[in-house]
């Protein structure tokens, strides 16, 4: 039997989307209002696994403290990522703050890293995957770029969205042509919040898992480079990220990481 605590009834979507899976037994720790699963890349790869056929046409959202606070401004963006799946810890204060509440095992799982993971293991499963999102240029340099780094991983599709807003039949033949495809995996890059918008408007109208991953297109293709490792381990690959795009993503981070400091850890929300 579905949860039915986790039923979905949207609005804007033309199907109420019956959720397969049981969200309860998903631990999660509550920040800024939004739901983050409270879990490592273990537990991940191995729900993923485990669960993939009842998490067809469902999504997961990769939530950092940027996302974290929109939704904290936007209560209807806020109920998008709650809608999800599962929330990933993608940002390196969620985990601490987690760590802090109590759910000492709550580490940060990167969009990057989780597609690496799941790339490393398609072979073996026969995972077939889609890629929604980003520019043709990009796609062209990420299609290369995985096939080198992983020679049978099946891309069942790559498309780039136009930059305007789909009619209802552009929709719906996109959905179609996705659909023919099979793909296990739906990985959309249309940065936030568009790309969590897009998968809760589609949830239970594609076939495969939807992964919201944002940069993930950019950082598998080369397009933006890692920071080191000694960087990420201690949460500091927003200052990596920064140094290549600063004019992009000072403002951005100067305000929100501002904000989550003062209301995830100073004030426990």
Not at 56 to 75: H, M, W
Not at 153 to 181: C, R, W
Not at 249 to 264: C, E
Request: hydrophobic fraction near 40%; glycine fraction near 6%; aromatic fraction near 12%.
């Amino acid at each position: 039997m579905p949860d039915e605590s986790a039923l979905t009834d949207i609005s804007q979507v033309s199907i109420v989307y019956r959720r397969k899976i049981n969200k309860s037994e998903i631990p999660v720790c509550k920040i800024l209002g939004v739901d983050i699963a409270a879990i490592d890349m273990n537990w991940l790869i191995e729900f993923t696994e485990k669960s993939l056929d009842k998490l067809r046409s469902d999504y997961f959202c990769v939530v950092n403290v940027y996302s974290d606070v929109t939704a904290y401004n936007d209560p209807e963006f806020c109920r998008v990522l709650n809608s999800a799946a599962l929330c990933m810890p993608d940002g390196g204060p969620l985990s601490v703050v987690g760590s802090r509440r109590g759910h000492k095992k709550m580490q940060r799982t990167t969009g990057p890293d989780y597609m690496s993971e799941i790339f490393r293991r398609s072979a073996e499963h026969k995972w077939r995957h889609y890629f929604f999102g980003s520019t043709d240029e990009t796609l062209i340099k990420l299609q290369k770029k995985l096939l080198e780094a992983y020679p049978d991983l099946e891309i069942a599709g790559m498309y780039s969205p136009p930059f305007h807003s789909m009619t209802v039949e552009e929709d719906q033949y996109m959905v179609q042509k996705i659909n023919e495809s099979k793909p296990d995996f739906l990985w959309v890059g249309l940065s936030c919040p568009k790309q969590e918008k897009w998968m809760y408007e589609h949830l239970g109208k594609v076939n495969g898992l939807m992964c919201g991953v944002g940069a993930g297109f950019d950082y598998h293709a080369g397009n933006i480079l890692r920071a080191p490792e000694w960087m990420q381990a201690h949460n500091l690959e927003w200052v990596y990220r920064l140094i290549q795009e600063p004019k992009r993503l000072f403002k951005k981070y100067w305000h929100t990481n501002l904000k989550f400091i003062w209301l995830a850890m100073a004030r426990g929300k």
